[in-house]
């Protein structure tokens, strides 16, 4: 593997903006060589936004370049099945945005398609990348905090999104729990054996006209029995809101300050802070380093992470909490394995 990899990135939405700039500039050992989209106006400006490299309305040519080492898939959710099979069997390494698809068959047929080509994945779990995030992993693992007991872990956006983003979105577990169902899973460092429920739709009538719901509460049983709760919103008055807070025998972690200014107003009025609006704000530090380390693993020959298993234990999560609220009824998510 060449010290320097050359990259193509698919996508120049609002996340492929962001990995242009990452790629182009803030990764030593990559060279961002050209950028895909479909819409040749979004392409040009994301191409002219990095100093100008080339641009392409067509994903399938540049996976077929062969000076190109790795490709960066930031496109749309129905595109990242077929793209990451095409980048396989054209011996591309792969990082991906979550999910690979909507649906577990779709998600094997293009995780088969990387396991027989032997590309280098990974999933774009952004979390696991934060440094509040990875630092309680490293705690985790060192026994700081003893026998981790419980987790609980909280993400509500700013707004619901619109109405042609919930149509096509899969529903509130695959498309937003899906992240928290890598988290807990991470950070326990076992798999669910049962999984519970429930669900609403409270801020805005478009869920349930969509049969989706806005509001979940999901309850985990682990391996080695020790529990998790995620809880979701797609609104909160207060702006972008992810916390965790983990529970073991010698002590506890809680992540999530959201300042976006570290400094507090004290006066007659009370005590006052700004608030992080939105996921990008949040994790800018993650979407970079993610791609940092996707990079690092290339050149040192090992396997990026999260790799394909991830990805699909996610979403196997999410079909489980689904078949969970429909019973009213804790299930196994391994009948999915």
């Avoid at 996340?15 to 895909?36: F, M, N, Q, S, Y």
């Avoid at 309680?136 to 981790?148: E, F, H, Q, T, Y």
């Avoid at 409270?202 to 979940?216: H, N, R, Y």
């Avoid at 690092?296 to 196997?316: V, W």
């Amino acid at each position: 593997m060449a010290t320097r990899q050359r990259i193509g990135l698919i996508g120049a939405g609002r996340i492929g903006r962001g990995h242009a700039r990452t790629l182009a500039g803030r990764v030593p050992d990559a060279e961002l060589v050209c950028i895909a989209d479909v819409s040749a106006d979004a392409a040009r400006a994301a191409a002219e936004s990095v100093g100008g490299v080339p641009w392409s309305t067509d994903p399938l040519a540049l996976i077929a370049d062969p000076t190109i080492d790795a490709v960066v898939i930031a496109a749309s959710t129905a595109t990242h099945a077929p793209l990451i099979a095409a980048a396989a069997e054209a011996g591309k390494a792969i990082f991906c945005e979550k999910p690979v698809a909507l649906d577990l068959e779709t998600t094997d047929a293009a995780l088969a398609a990387v396991e027989r080509a032997g590309a280098p994945f990974q999933i774009g779990f952004q979390r696991r990348y934060d440094p509040a995030y990875a630092r309680a992993k490293d705690l985790i693992a060192s026994g700081a905090l003893g026998r981790i007991e419980h987790i609980r872990d909280t993400m509500r956006d700013p707004a619901p999104p619109s109405r042609a983003y919930l149509e096509i979105s899969g529903g509130l577990f695959r498309d937003m729990t899906i992240h928290n169902f890598d988290c807990v899973r991470w950070l326990m460092g076992a798999d669910p054996v049962e999984v519970f429920a429930l669900g609403a739709a409270l801020t805005d009538p478009v869920f349930a006209e969509l049969g989706d719901i806005d509001t979940s509460i999901v309850t985990i049983r682990f391996a080695n029995d020790a529990l998790a709760v995620i809880d979701n919103s797609r609104r909160s008055g207060f702006g972008y809101d992810v916390r965790t807070e983990i529970f073991g025998s010698a002590g506890a972690l809680l992540i999530g300050q959201q300042a976006e200014t570290p400094m507090l107003r004290l006066d007659a009025g009370g005590v006052r802070s700004d608030h992080v609006r939105f996921f990008l704000e949040r994790f800018a530090v993650a979407y970079e380093e993610e791609l940092r380390a996707f990079v690092r693993a290339l050149i040192e020959g090992r396997s990026p992470e999260p790799g394909p298993a991830d990805a699909r234990a996610a979403l196997q999560l999410a079909y489980a909490a689904e078949a969970a609220r429909a019973a009213n009824a804790p299930v196994d998510p391994r009948r999915w394995g």
